[in-house]
């Protein structure tokens, strides 16, 4: 038995029916060459896909993190612990779908709706991946979610990697669940807490910490934390427990060209082209505020020498989206002002000073996501969180001799939160992955059309 970390805990005693608290991806593969070549659905392409799925749910060894389940019994005192279990259902975790047809992307993304709305079991490993076949054009994907209280996107992102090759002709290769111990380790305790526990004095010295913030430090801690700075949108109401699953992917190259006219990063045009397609879904359901919407991007502060593994190891960015004015131009110039205004004082701070600040920044959310009638009610902290995780090598990969087209987060939304976008960067591509709540974000599908309009106006900036 393993005790539950503080921060593991978190995401366990905050979840609900409304808002499940787990991670996903979707991604999507292209059948080798042979497999479905001579018709729509042809007979040779579903006997792939079942061999795939027979050697998924045979495999002789399960990564221990993946067999494990969580309690909480009245002897543990509400202490939420881990166990293993020994007797782990593979073709209950493993399943096996078909889109009806036509097997377009609005079946599929429809379908991971479906699946990223519903609750883990708790009596079981708190994971489950779906294998879809039916696709159109001689495609099928897979679709994956893992409670975040058992990892963090980055690190789920790091070992579906480690499934992947850039060998076309490799077979045999395993799923996450089943890659060996040394490759997934079960994640170390990295949050804030942790880091309290290392520094001497504890709490004391982080109070210190906090205390010696520089004052830009001090501004921009309040206006990460203080819930007076983000105008109250559609996305800042109560939740639901169905969601909208959204999803494209854009050229690399189209944004760098952005970057090069405009000197902004690319993140930078990757926030405007965010903000430009925000302020246009609004402006269709007459819904845009007079003041501008503020995006939480989360920041890493993990360095190129820092050892592999998971935990969370992140600070948090207010940025203003500058959705009040309708020049593309203007717009990402008051953007780029305000993320470097933003990297200064992260730049200024400890990594323990950067950790508070990170932690209020997730944290500020928290109240209207479990205080029942706050949220809606109350100044938002933030609009909407927008994270852009880097990706696989440019390289295109491969799982079993199937090339992977598209790669896409689905991640949480919280009561008040009702939007998450996340991006993740694969084969010269950005793969955006929408998550909404299916009532509070109507027709979250047409973001993927102001998303395009967005970047087209970017692009025409001279």
Known sequence: MTVVGPLDAMFLGGESREQPMHVGGLMLFELPEGAGRDHVFPESSRDFVSRLYQDMVAAPEVNPLFARR???????????????????????????????????????????????GTLLDRHRPLWEMHLIDGVEGRR????????????????????????????????????????????AEPRPETGLLQAMAKVPGGALKTAAGLAGLPLAGVKSLLH????????RTIFNQPVT????????????????????????????????MCSGALRNYLLELD??????????????????????????????????????????????????????????????????????????????????????????????????????????ADSPLYWNRSRLLGLYPAS??????????????????????????RRTVPHLQRMLGHLETSLTDLENIH
């Open 224 to 231: 990460s934390t203080v819930p007076f700075q983000a105008p």
């Open 412 to 437: 949480i939304v919280l009561n008040g939160q009702a939007l998450n976008i996340s991006v993740t960067s694969y084969a010269h591509e950005l793969h955006f992955g929408l998550i909404g709540c």
């Open 70 to 116: 969580v309690r909480n019994r009245p002897v543990d005192l509400g202490y939420w612990s881990w166990e293993q279990d020994d007797e782990i259902d593979l073709e209950y975790h493993v399943r096996l779908s078909a889109l009806p047809r036509p097997g377009r992307y609005r079946e599929l993304f429809e379908l991971t709706s479906r699946l990223h």
């Open 140 to 183: 099928f994907a897979i679709y994956s979610k893992i409670h975040h209280s058992m990892i963090d996107g980055v690190t789920a992102l790091r070992w579906m990697q480690d499934t992947l090759t850039t060998d076309p002709n490799r077979t045999g290769m395993p799923a996450t669940y089943a890659l060996p111990p040394k490759v």
């Open 287 to 392: 819904a845009l505020p007079d003041r501008a919407l503020t995006a939480m991007v989360p920041v890493s502060l993990r360095t190129a020498d820092d050892a592999p593994g998971g935990g969370n190891s992140l600070t948090t960015l207010i940025a203003d989206l500058a959705t009040d004015l309708a020049d593309p131009e203007r717009r990402i110039r008051r953007i780029m002002a305000s993320t470097a205004h933003g990297k200064r004082v992260l730049s200024d701070l400890s990594p323990l000073q950067n950790l508070i600040v990170g932690a209020l920044g997730f944290g500020v959310a928290g109240p209207a996501a479990v205080l029942p009638g706050v949220a809606g009610h109350t100044t938002p902290p933030y609009n909407v969180v927008i994270s852009n995780v880097p990706g696989p």
């Open 241 to 272: 427990g169905a969601r909208r699953f959204a999803a494209q992917s854009w050229p690399i190259e189209r944004l760098e060209k952005v970057r090069a006219i405009t000197g902004a990063t690319l993140n930078d045009v990757l926030l405007a």
